[in-house]
């Protein structure tokens, strides 16, 4: 009796091997949405906005990918990043979490690609409000205007979901966006 079982949970377990390397969905879908990247405390904090310090790429980074800049969420153990790719510009949404070590290790939420910017146009990451309410989780393409910190011309919106692992497109009426450094 206890050699079937044995047998029959080897077949099950062949099996389900089997169908699971046969299924490129299911390691695409996981390869795109969580990641995980230790990050390195000898390193800058990608979460800090301006570029790494050395050759342009923190040793959290994959090979030909380099930090642009990046902001905290507050109140959330989340992070977004701008990154450039080989592929073009990128914003990842990081949870930030430690191992069983006690090292800090970012995994990867979600990605968003970022179309071209104009001229006059910048990208505005976790200082953004939804009529009148902050919204950290908001990321937004806004028209540049001379003299201003809060921006209320908005090309594009997209607030990040932790928990679909998505960037959602958004209305851009009600949005004001307000320059962290001012």
Do not use: H
């Amino acid at each position: 009796m206890i050699a079937l079982r044995f047998l029959t949970a080897t077949v099950v377990a062949a099996a389900v091997t089997a169908i699971s390397a046969c299924s490129n969905e299911s390691a695409r879908r996981e390869g795109a949405t969580d990641t995980a990247i230790v990050a390195s405390p000898s390193r800058r904090s990608a979460a800090t906005p301006g570029p790494t310090s050395g050759a342009g790429r923190s040793e959290s980074l994959p090979p030909g990918v380099k930090l642009e800049g990046g902001a905290t969420i507050p109140n959330t153990d989340y992070v977004f990043r701008r990154v450039s790719t080989p592929r073009g510009g990128a914003i990842w949404l990081d949870s930030m979490t430690k191992d069983g070590s006690g090292a800090p290790v970012r995994i990867r939420r979600a990605e968003l690609a970022v179309p071209p910017l104009a001229a006059d146009e910048r990208m505005m990451l976790a200082s953004c409000d939804v009529k009148g309410r902050l919204d950290p989780f908001v990321v937004a393409i806004v028209v540049s205007e001379a003299n201003v910190s809060r921006f209320s011309k908005i090309r594009q919106a997209w607030r990040a979901s932790p928990r679909t692992g998505t960037f959602d497109i958004m209305p851009v009426a009600g949005i004001v966006c307000e320059d962290p450094g001012s």
